[in-house]
């Protein structure tokens, strides 16, 4: 999250990825951060555990947002 908003604060657009269960954390960071509105993408939790095929729906879902995220002003 530091480094997404790190980088939107320098002038190139970023996208964050969190899993939901970090979600209220990464909304805090960003307010601390000065971007109280900071939208980032969230995917399910865990990680770890997963799957190939699992993963591999995360990073689409992840990706997809990202892309909704970067396309839309800020």
């Known amino acids: 999250m530091h480094d997404a908003i ?5 002038g190139t657009p970023a996208a964050a990825v969190m899993t ?3 979600a209220r954390t990464a909304a805090l960071m960003a307010e601390v951060c ?3 509105d ?7 939790h865990p ?3 997963n799957d190939d095929a699992a993963l591999r729906a995360k990073a689409a879902e992840a ?4 892309v909704e995220l ?4 800020r």
């Open 47 to 49: 990680i770890s555990s």
């Open 6 to 10: 790190s980088a939107e604060q320098a």
């Open 70 to 73: 970067l396309r839309t002003p």
């Open 38 to 44: 900071y939208r980032f993408a969230v995917i399910p």
């Open 20 to 22: 939901d269960r970090f």
């Open 34 to 36: 000065g971007l109280p």
């Open 63 to 66: 990706v997809r947002q990202c």
